[in-house]
């Protein structure tokens, strides 16, 4: 247990329907972040929010859309996704954006596209 | 570009000792992590490393060389329990993590 919840845990989808991951950390951290994580390939990240604000988007297409309503909650809604986004997407929080700052890490989605 | 290059799987017997290495080129250096992760479970924190040196936490110690690009991590009397995959990641001058891909290290009684 990290502290960062990740919610659900698996996920299977059709290429026309929209749905959303849940992350949720209670660790006081105030920056947050998706990353996907395909096989074999390094962790890819997606968005940062920092103090609720979003700080970087790393050319991630718009079918995948976050939301940060709090420093606490961190949402990825999905829609009209691909069968290459099939991936374990992984939520991680850290106090900030400075150096020596360990990142923890959710257990992540597998999310499966058909 | 930035890359960061670690094996891709390793081998080695409970009880032995392995080092798994990790060559890096970024756009800045703002320190390098080590993360064990095991299948199906979340990525946890192992070491960090920002001056050149080593750095020991028990049976795990990692080594860090920034003139060279180069850190490794070590593991020492190893357990069956470190199975896992080890994931190098650098910080850049943004403040950004640059993964590898890890290396996936399979342990033999």
Redesign the interface.
């Known amino acids: 247990e990290t502290g960062v919840t990740q919610t659900p845990r698996h996920l299977v989808m059709g290429m026309t329907n929209k749905k959303s991951l849940k992350c949720e950390q209670h660790l006081g951290h105030n920056a947050m972040y998706w990353y996907k994580q395909s096989a074999k390939k390094p962790l890819e990240l997606m968005f940062v929010y920092n103090f609720k604000e979003q700080t970087e988007n790393n050319s991630v297409p718009s079918r995948f859309s976050p939301e940060c309503p709090n420093s606490s909650h961190l949402f990825l809604h999905l829609h009209t996704l691909q069968p290459e986004d099939s991936a374990l997407y992984l939520c991680a929080s850290s106090q900030d954006l400075a150096e020596n700052t360990e990142a923890f890490f959710g257990q992540g989605t597998r999310l499966t596209v058909v | 570009g930035q890359n960061?290059d670690q094996p891709?799987e390793m081998t080695a017997t409970e009880g032995a000792i392995v080092q798994i290495n990790c060559t890096y080129q970024t756009s800045g250096f703002?320190?390098l992590?080590w993360y064990q992760q095991h299948a199906?479970?979340?990525?946890?924190?192992l070491s960090?490393n920002?001056l050149d040196g080593l750095e020991e936490k028990g049976r795990f110690s990692s080594f860090l060389s920034r003139s060279k690009g180069y850190s490794y991590l070590l593991l020492k009397e190893l357990q069956m329990k470190d199975s896992a995959s080890y994931?190098c990641?650098v910080?850049d001058s943004n403040?950004?993590?640059?993964?590898?891909?890890?290396t996936k290290l399979i342990i033999k009684p």
Request: charged letters at 5%.
């Open positions: 960061i891709t703002n320190g992590f199906g479970e979340a990525p946890t924190f960090y920002v994931l990641a910080m403040y950004q993590l640059i993964w590898g891909a890890g």
